[in-house]
């Protein structure tokens, strides 16, 4: 694998710098943005990569491989930025992420029923009262709508008048003792954690428009060992689910099709990999002494599309079944965006078209600076949504501020800060 490890530039003075780190199955991934120091604008100057060890089923397995493998990254993305980096905001994946509907209810506090920030961060803190599984914690609260009184629908309270102000919000949480082992390895490698963010959250900043989350869009991240979907309509954030299946079950199908070691199965799917309708009619047949010298006998490119495909077709199926399940199964009019390093895979936005029947896209990083080539590559959509995510929340007053038609809040949440989003029209 092919690593960003020299040094492209030196960073500006007195620039800040954030830093994004994606912690995966396979890849570890870190982004780090710049800070015009006088116009505050963000460019991404630094994009570094590694195997990550330790890591299975997005679930820490081993603190020391883990931490090896942070460090091995970062001093890579300290080399490419010329610089130190002392803290991240990290994402957090996983199939122990869970999302449930919660309200919260709160009296105005000002005698004149103007509702202010601080109401607005005290009606957030209600709509946390509800019942956590043992072992969990809430990452993420995230309002959907305010209602003043009988006035309900509501984006944006702040400056109104009432008496009673409700939100309902989505509470996404994690399991405690993955939240415990992920900090220590980053904090372990020198790192302090700005935030922590649930992975699709920063990689629909990244990718997704005002406009595609006001129509109606599902994002679908593929990972190497979960599939994450995040759907949005009116601007608010309809479902939130982590599929325990991705693409290294792809690479084990093509193990067990070709009869072949786990390694080279997935050299052949990074070479060869396609589904059928962009293989075309090919009938190539390729020897396995190609890819690993000590492998013998051939496999032909229309096989292993067939497998590819298969796969690729159960995990849009079991999408699309969630999609049913909120009644948004084909109905929703920006469609799907596909992101991760599997979204690149020829031909599979045709498979994903033709299961949810909706127009599908792939999702790479919108309006950012960068002199970078590959900051368009779709695996780096969640490493590049956490550098914006950071960038969006640097404001050291705490209070909301206006970025790109969102407003957010900083909410305390156990031992870190949980972002707060709030959408608005």
Same mark, same amino acid.
């Given at each position: 694998?092919?690593?960003?490890?020299?040094?492209?530039?030196?960073?500006?003075?007195?620039?800040?710098?954030?830093?994004?780190?994606?912690?995966?199955?396979?890849?570890?991934?870190?982004?780090?943005?710049?800070?015009?120091?006088?116009?505050?604008?963000?460019?991404?100057?630094?994009?570094?990569?590694?195997?990550?060890?330790?890591?299975?089923?997005?679930?820490?397995?081993?603190?020391?491989?883990?931490?090896?493998?942070?460090?091995?990254?970062?001093?890579?993305?300290?080399?490419?930025?010329?610089?130190?980096?002392?803290?991240?905001?990290?994402?957090?994946?996983?199939?122990?992420?869970?999302?449930?509907?919660?309200?919260?209810?709160?009296?105005?506090?000002?005698?004149?029923?103007?509702?202010?920030?601080?109401?607005?961060?005290?009606?957030?803190?209600?709509?946390?009262?509800?019942?956590?599984?043992?072992?969990?914690?809430?990452?993420?609260?995230?309002?959907?709508?305010?209602?003043?009184?009988?006035?309900?629908?509501?984006?944006?309270?702040?400056?109104?008048?009432?008496?009673?102000?409700?939100?309902?919000?989505?509470?996404?949480?994690?399991?405690?003792?993955?939240? +415990?082992? !992920?900090?220590?390895? &980053?904090?372990?490698?020198?790192?302090? %954690?700005?935030?922590? *963010?649930?992975?699709? #959250?920063? /990689?629909?900043?990244?990718?997704?428009?005002?406009?595609?989350?006001?129509?109606?869009?599902?994002?679908?991240?593929?990972?190497?060992?979960?599939?994450?979907?995040?759907?949005?309509?009116?601007?608010?954030?309809?479902?939130?689910?982590?599929?325990?299946?991705?693409?290294?079950?792809?690479?084990?199908?093509?193990?067990?099709?070709?009869?072949?070691?786990?390694?080279?199965?997935?050299?052949?799917?990074?070479?060869?990999?396609?589904?059928?309708?962009?293989?075309?009619?090919?009938?190539?047949?390729?020897?396995?002494?190609?890819?690993?010298?000590?492998?013998?006998?051939?496999?032909?490119? +229309?096989? !292993?599309?067939?497998? &590819?495909?298969?796969?690729?077709?159960? %995990?849009?199926?079991? *999408?699309?079944?969630? #999609?049913? /399940?909120?009644?948004?199964?084909?109905?929703?009019?920006?469609?799907?965006?596909?992101?991760?390093?599997?979204?690149?895979?020829?031909?599979?936005?045709?498979?994903?078209?033709?299961?949810?029947?909706?127009?599908?896209?792939?999702?790479?990083?919108?309006?950012?600076?960068?002199?970078?080539?590959?900051?368009?590559?779709?695996?780096?959509?969640?490493?590049?949504?956490?550098?914006?995510?950071?960038?969006?929340?640097?404001?050291?007053?705490?209070?909301?501020?206006?970025?790109?038609?969102?407003?957010?809040?900083?909410?305390?949440?156990?031992?870190?800060?949980?972002?707060?989003?709030?959408? +608005?029209?």
């Amino acid at each position: 694998m092919a690593q960003d490890s020299k040094l492209l530039r030196t960073p500006m003075a007195h620039a800040e710098l954030i830093t994004g780190i994606d912690i995966g199955t396979s890849i570890i991934r870190i982004a780090v943005g710049e800070v015009a120091p006088d116009t505050g604008e963000l460019t991404i100057i630094g994009l570094a990569e590694g195997e990550s060890r330790g890591v299975s089923r997005g679930t820490i397995r081993s603190i020391e491989e883990v931490v090896a493998s942070i460090a091995r990254v970062k001093t890579r993305a300290e080399k490419m930025v010329g610089a130190q980096l002392s803290s991240a905001v990290a994402a957090i994946s996983g199939s122990h992420i869970t999302a449930q509907e919660s309200k919260g209810v709160i009296a105005v506090a000002r005698a004149d029923g103007e509702i202010r920030e601080d109401d607005v961060e005290r009606v957030l803190e209600a709509a946390q009262a509800v019942s956590v599984p043992s072992n969990y914690e809430i990452i993420h609260v995230l309002p959907r709508r305010f209602s003043i009184d009988n006035q309900t629908d509501i984006k944006d309270p702040i400056g109104m008048n009432g008496v009673r102000l409700e939100v309902e919000a989505q509470i996404i949480e994690g399991q405690s003792s993955h939240i +415990k082992n !992920l900090t220590k390895a &980053i904090t372990l490698t020198g790192f302090g %954690i700005d935030d922590l *963010v649930v992975a699709m #959250l920063a /990689s629909a900043e990244a990718t997704l428009s005002e406009r595609q989350k006001d129509l109606g869009v599902a994002m679908i991240n593929i990972g190497a060992a979960t599939t994450s979907i995040l759907v949005f309509e009116e601007g608010d954030i309809m479902l939130v689910k982590v599929l325990p299946v991705g693409a290294s079950h792809v690479t084990n199908d093509i193990a067990i099709g070709l009869r072949t070691n786990i390694d080279t199965a997935e050299a052949i799917k990074v070479q060869y990999g396609s589904t059928l309708s962009a293989l075309g009619r090919s009938t190539d047949e390729i020897q396995l002494s190609q890819i690993d010298e000590r492998e013998e006998g051939s496999f032909s490119r +229309k096989y !292993l599309a067939e497998i &590819i495909e298969a796969r690729a077709e159960e %995990i849009f199926s079991m *999408v699309d079944k969630e #999609l049913r /399940s909120i009644g948004r199964s084909g109905k929703l009019p920006a469609g799907v965006i596909l992101s991760g390093a599997a979204a690149s895979l020829p031909g599979l936005l045709e498979v994903a078209k033709r299961v949810f029947r909706l127009p599908a896209g792939v999702g790479v990083p919108l309006g950012i600076n960068s002199a970078i080539e590959k900051i368009s590559s779709p695996e780096y959509t969640t490493a590049v949504g956490l550098v914006m995510w950071g960038h969006a929340n640097r404001e050291p007053s705490g209070y909301p501020i206006n970025i790109n038609g969102l407003k957010w809040f900083a909410v305390i949440a156990e031992q870190m800060k949980s972002i707060v989003r709030i959408f +608005k029209s």
